[in-house]
């Protein structure tokens, strides 16, 4: 925020020469490497508004002392105030006094200590981006850059969050202390549902939802402002797919208000969701830098999206860093390939590599084969073991189970229904097995997900005893606990190990025989025939 936004460049100038008050510095950027140039650039931008906080606030302290002085001038004239001289001296004072009290009143929308903190907070997160930026120059692994992009994100969005409420333009929440997620019924929605704000340096979407549950509307309402600004990220700069869109959208937006009416004889919530997105965060150069690579050629069940697919990216709800990488790692359609045969054995024999390797893994209540519970933050061992690989295991169905909201599909920012939630499914080697912890397990994503994979349908091929095939990605879910000494540990479903086919690519069935010499079905087809 330049200080002529004030609108008062004359004025302020004059007083701030008269005073003597030092002018605002303005910041060269250094000559970047190509590919970081626009985020030193934002930088550089972000550090010369800061200093005009700052020199707000210096002029702001001079004005009042100049209305001090003033006041005091005034005071000592009194003894010669029948004097012709000093009846203009006192009118002359007082304009004075009236001149600087309009001025800090109309031209600052608050006081200098506001812009002191202000400043004091924004300088320690562009300390904390300029950080982020030596780290990227110094050509970090993957997992560390992504690390650093979304560090050097939420940096700047709270740069822009301050800068947003010094300007004036915030007009739906306080400035402290920050929004704190409280939110209130109306009886009239707000006036920035039907007329979002306006702001030269950021852009406003309005998310609207409805339901029968508060939870059901305020997740429709984010989806839909969130949908927006991925499709105002798509329209101007061209992202390669939807995901990386959203991705990028949900990394980079703030909700700034939210608000929530009830028709009771209706008996349905409407909520409505108001986000920001920082337009220096949604130049090309920036994107470019931050946005996460899309994946090239994902191996989705169906090519189709479901509803989660314009909901939530592979990123999954932005909790922590582990837990990010981890949701990223279970919703990973880009497994490399070919795919090779896995068992049950090796995939157990793999969670002991695990355990000797020092991986750490288990619940955050219970972890006891560990000293530290998961999820795991360096997930190259893990790659070196084969996460990230396509795998093909054969088993039988145990048992299927519906999940409920989970991390990485987004939890409860979606609605709460089985369309939006994995299907977890526990593989044995054998018709007669029926200890779950002698299995491992297979998940099914939401994401792009058939119609026909229902929990019901896979259930019914257990009961039947059917050979199955499973084609997916080979990963290990570290935020849970195997089976001790043949015993489920607490929170935890029965497994003998934590490696995993997630997301599942192909779900095929054995109609008969062991389809030794083909003859392998896919699920849909099954159900289709009316096998089930």
């Not at 600052?108 to 562009?126: E, I, T």
């Not at 050097?152 to 704190?180: C, H, N, W, Y």
């Not at 994902?298 to 999206?305: D, I, K, T």
């Not at 998961?374 to 690989?389: A, D, H, I, Q, Y």
Request: proline share 7%; hydrophobic share 40%; with cysteine.
């Amino acid at each position: 925020m330049k200080l002529r936004s004030f609108g008062i460049i004359p004025l302020v100038a004059l007083v701030a020469l008269v005073f003597l008050a030092p002018a605002a510095g303005q910041i060269t950027p250094q000559t970047p490497a190509p590919d970081l140039a626009a985020l030193d650039v934002i930088v550089a931008h972000k550090a010369a508004t800061i200093s005009d906080w700052e020199a707000a606030a210096r002029i702001q302290i001079y004005l009042t002392i100049a209305a001090i002085l003033f006041g005091g001038l005034v005071t000592i004239l009194q003894p010669w105030s029948s004097k012709s001289w000093c009846k203009g001296a006192n009118a002359t004072l007082g304009l004075a006094i009236a001149i600087v009290t309009g001025v800090t009143g109309k031209a600052f929308p608050v006081d200098y200590r506001v812009y002191q903190r202000s400043a004091l907070k924004a300088q320690a997160n562009l300390s904390g981006a300029k950080d982020d930026i030596a780290l990227l120059k110094a050509r970090p692994s993957a997992d560390e850059a992504a690390s650093f992009k979304a560090d050097f994100t939420q940096r700047m969005k709270a740069i822009g969050d301050i800068e947003t409420k010094l300007s004036g333009d915030d007009k739906v929440a306080g400035l402290f202390p920050d929004f704190d997620g409280v939110v209130y019924a109306q009886s009239n929605k707000p006036v920035w549902v039907t007329k979002p704000p306006t702001s030269p340096s950021s852009v406003y979407f309005v998310g609207t939802g409805e339901g029968h549950s508060l939870s059901e509307a305020k997740a429709n309402s984010f989806l839909q402002a969130l949908g927006q600004a991925a499709q105002y990220l798509t329209s101007r700069l061209q992202f390669a797919d939807g995901d990386a869109a959203l991705e990028f959208a949900r990394s980079s937006t703030s909700v700034e208000d939210t608000a929530f009416t009830v028709d009771a004889q209706q008996q349905t919530y409407h909520y409505y969701t108001l986000t920001r997105l920082d337009k220096a965060l949604s130049s090309a150069g920036v994107v470019n830098a931050l946005a996460p690579p899309s994946c090239p050629s994902p191996r989705f069940p169906q090519a189709a999206p479901t509803g989660i697919d314009s909901a939530c990216s592979a990123a999954g709800a932005q909790i922590d860093g582990a837990r990010s990488l981890e949701n990223l790692a279970k919703n990973n359609f880009c497994a490399a390939e070919p795919a090779k045969p896995i068992t049950i054995a090796d995939m157990v024999a793999l969670q002991k590599r695990a355990a000797i390797s020092g991986i750490n893994f288990g619940n955050p209540a219970r972890h006891p084969l560990t000293s530290k519970p998961g999820p795991v933050v360096n997930r190259k061992p893990l790659v070196t073991l084969g996460e990230g690989n396509e795998v093909v295991l054969q088993g039988y169905v145990l048992l299927a189970h519906q999940e409920g909201p989970e991390s990485m599909n987004c939890g409860r920012s979606v609605p709460d229904s089985p369309a939006y939630h994995d299907i977890h499914i526990s593989i044995v080697d054998a018709t007669t097995n029926a200890n779950e912890c002698s299995g491992v397990v297979v998940e099914m994503s939401p994401h792009h997900r058939p119609a026909l994979w229902t929990q019901q349908n896979v259930k019914s091929i257990g009961d039947k005893h059917l050979l199955v095939r499973v084609t997916g990605q080979l990963m290990f879910d570290s935020s849970h606990t195997p089976c001790v000494a043949g015993v489920p540990t607490m929170g935890d479903a029965g497994r003998a190990s934590l490696w995993t086919v997630t997301p599942i690519y192909k779900f095929e069935v054995c109609p008969g025989g062991g389809c030794v010499s083909g003859g392998w079905i896919t699920l849909e087809a099954w159900v289709e025939a009316g096998a089930h």
